[in-house]
């Protein structure tokens, strides 16, 4: 079974930075749209950022819109998120997603492949 990996996770306090990679031994991503999630514990899944299989698309929630940032490394074959300015709400387990689609839409309906999930915690 195809899994990504997340790393980058920790803990911090209001106003710091991480930045999360998701990654995969198993997959060429260079085809794959790719998004983040999150989920804090008794919420829903809420999706963060998107970003379509060539770099050119991207979506953000409005409630990470400025202070977060999606990109992806090819040569790498990795997802990153830069997350700047965070706060006690963005308090989630975190997960990677990809599918095979290619399109200009930075979002996909659905996601076929996902990882295990990064925590992040911000502190007040």
């Known amino acids: 079974q195809v899994q990504l990996v997340e790393s980058g996770g920790g803990s911090v306090q209001a106003g710091g930075s991480l930045t999360l990679s998701c990654t995969t031994s198993a997959l060429d991503l260079s085809d794959f749209a790719m998004a983040w999630f999150r989920q804090a514990p008794g919420k829903e899944r809420e999706r963060v950022s998107c970003?379509?299989?060539?770099?050119?698309?991207?979506y953000y929630a409005d409630s990470v819109k400025g202070r977060f940032t999606i990109s992806r490394d090819g040569a790498k074959n990795t997802l990153y998120l830069q997350m700047n300015s965070l706060k006690p709400e963005d308090t989630a387990m975190y997960y990677c997603a990809a599918v095979w689609y290619r399109d200009v839409s930075a979002c996909a309906y659905e996601y076929d492949y996902w990882g295990q999930g990064t925590q992040v915690t911000v502190s007040s």
């Open positions: 970003i379509n299989w060539n770099g050119g698309s991207t």
